[in-house]
């Protein structure tokens, strides 16, 4: 790749969690290990329980995590934007992943095979502890989302849901912020462990009160504290 095309990727990984205490000579050297990969809406980047063969920093697009049960429901765990990663299971050995990871929006992303991951960690020791702080993050994030699916009520759950998307891909407008990524309510209720009519009926409540507004995959959060006050469970009148 040319200089002025390893820009924007140099860019995007000094800000991604796992290469942002890395030097810029360090990251270069990583860059340099990678190559990109293109994928078209509704394609996976992998499928939960394929080898972990593969890393990726996301450039693009925007992508989705999701985790099918036992019993043959879909999770949607996490969504990602570009700086994030998928995939760092693949540092350890033998490991299959968790999680599916599908592109919901035209992607490109730089890829790593395991091997010149655990090459890279080998030679800089930041990178590996910035692996571990990444798996471990990863894991506490599962721990809280099976958390709220199990004691929490299902309007706080979607409240929660959208407020973290919002941090994600928020993008302000004039009436308010936009989730930057399409979202329909069938996404909604894999995110939250409930139904289509259930996540229906509540934000349709939500936008007659004049909390968000909604269109075909696409949610504007226009009163922000009263969604706080519906996640965290407080009184109406804070």
């Known amino acids: 790749m040319s200089e002025e095309s390893n820009q924007a990727p ?4 000094g800000q991604a969690p796992l290469f942002s205490d890395l030097p810029e000579s360090a990251r270069r050297v990583a860059l340099d290990a990678s190559y990109r990969r293109r994928l078209r809406r509704g394609e996976f980047f992998f499928l939960q329980e394929d080898p972990a063969t593969t890393f990726y920093v996301l450039l693009e697009g925007r992508a989705r995590l999701s985790q099918l049960t036992a019993d043959g429901h879909q999770i949607t765990i996490r969504y990602v934007a570009p700086g994030d990663a998928m995939g760092i299971i693949v540092a350890l050995s033998d490991m299959t992943y968790p999680l599916s990871g599908e592109a919901i929006l035209d992607c490109e992303a730089l890829a790593w095979d395991a091997g ?8 800089y020791p930041p990178l590996a502890l910035a692996g571990l702080r990444l798996v471990a ?9 099976y958390r709220e699916l199990t004691t929490e009520r299902v309007e706080r759950r979607i409240a929660r849901a959208l407020l973290r998307l919002a941090r994600q891909t928020g993008k302000r407008v004039e009436n308010g912020i936009l989730l930057d990524l399409p979202l329909s309510r069938q996404d909604l209720g894999e995110m939250t462990g409930t139904t289509l009519y259930t996540v229906s009926r509540i934000l349709s409540g939500w936008e007659q009160a004049s909390i968000i507004a909604t269109g075909r995959e696409r949610i504007v959060i226009c009163k922000p504290h009263d969604l706080v ?8 009148d804070r």
């Open 10 to 13: 140099l860019r995007i990984l």
């Open 116 to 123: 010149a991951v655990k090459r890279l960690m080998e030679k």
């Open 137 to 145: 993050d990863r894991f506490r994030h599962l721990q809280e989302r």
């Open 229 to 236: 006050t519906i996640a965290e469970d407080l009184p109406a």
